[in-house]
């Protein structure tokens, strides 16, 4: 015997469904607030975070949320709280460029000598190399764009004498 | 393209089969949480089987291991065309904090060709939904690209190129 009839399935695709408030969704990063400083890059956990030094004055922050598990670490480390971990969850796609974001900073330079920032010879997460830690770069990076219509089987051959990444030698 | 062909070729029903490549089992229970009365996809004809032979859409959740990547891809030619495939998790999308270890192969589309692809870790039901709805062509697409840039520098180029002089007047008179 029911005594109060009703109706539990949500109507989502078609009303919106709003998420908890600790939920942890798409982070987003401020590029006014963004130092460049790197922290989210080392911290980390996937790697989905790539720094790179494009020239003395711009740094190129590129974040790939393909692989992001959404721990909210980098929001987290951030000193200037430039990352927000916004409630956005609706994220599927045909392309995984879709899911990334690209952020160009300006840096500042020594006043006096005009360079003395660090170029990526000899970045920080460079220097962490021969310890083992390892990065993409932007330019070797390959961009895992496979549509089923572009899917390449040269690259699928590629995994089948897969083995384990040697450590990065300075 | 694949929302033109879904939108014909797979109006009345999905079936599902839920392939499971050495994931964390948490995007199972998500993807078995779709099906109950709450979320309900049965309302879009959608039904797990449990063969890939009766499947016309294959969920694949966890980055493919080394010992699941044949079993991934015999499952998948099992499937009769026209078949859709669908990365659920971040570990199914680009490996998760697993894309480079020594025993798996970097996630479903380094082992066969994904349509789609479902972020989160795990991905709330709601956007596995959203997902399978954007393959219909029920919901617009919401994701895309940021690019973000500092279009103003944070020094005055002109203020500083001043300074600089007036500080270099110093090694002028040195000089003379």
Request: hydrophobic share 35%; glycine share 8%.
């Amino acid at each position: 015997m029911v005594l109060k009839p009703g109706v539990v399935t949500l109507p989502y695709p078609f009303e919106p469904r709003p998420v908890p408030e600790t939920f942890r969704g798409q982070p987003h990063w401020d590029h006014n607030k963004c130092i460049g400083c790197g922290g989210c890059a080392a911290h980390c956990s996937a790697r989905t975070i790539f720094i790179r030094d494009v020239c003395q004055e711009v740094r190129v922050l590129l974040y790939d949320s393909s692989r992001c598990t959404y721990c909210g670490r980098c929001a987290d480390v951030c000193p200037e709280d430039a990352i927000v971990m916004s409630n956005e969850f609706e994220m599927a796609t045909e392309a995984t460029e879709d899911l990334t974001e690209r952020l160009e900073l300006f840096m500042l330079t020594c006043q006096r000598c005009g360079r003395c920032f660090d170029m990526e010879v000899s970045n920080q997460l460079d220097k962490l190399g021969p310890h083992g830690f390892r990065y993409d770069n932007l330019e070797h990076r390959i961009v895992t764009n496979r549509f089923a219509d572009q899917h390449d089987p040269d690259a699928l051959k590629e995994t089948e004498t897969y083995e384990r990444p040697s450590k990065v030698e300075d | 393209m694949f929302a033109k062909l879904a939108g014909k070729a797979f109006k009345h029903s999905l079936w599902i089969y839920h392939c499971n490549s050495g994931a964390c089992n948490g995007c199972d229970i998500e993807i078995l949480n779709v099906l109950t009365p709450f979320y309900d996809v049965e309302r879009f004809g959608m039904k797990l089987v449990g063969s890939p032979r009766h499947a016309d859409v294959m969920l694949i959740s966890g980055a493919v291991t080394r010992p699941t990547l044949p079993l991934v891809k015999k499952a998948y030619e099992a499937m009769p065309e026209p078949k859709l495939v669908f990365a659920v998790g971040s570990c199914g999308v680009g490996g998760g904090c697993w894309f480079d270890t020594y025993n798996v192969t970097g996630g479903a589309s380094k082992a066969v060709p994904v349509d789609y692809y479902i972020p989160g870790c795990p991905p709330r039901p709601e956007a596995i939904i959203y997902g399978v709805a954007l393959a219909l062509g029920l919901v617009e697409k919401q994701a895309s690209p940021i690019e973000m840039k500092q279009v103003e520098f944070p020094i005055d180029v002109y203020e500083r190129n001043k300074a600089w002089e007036e500080r270099n007047v110093i090694y002028k008179l040195l000089d003379d």
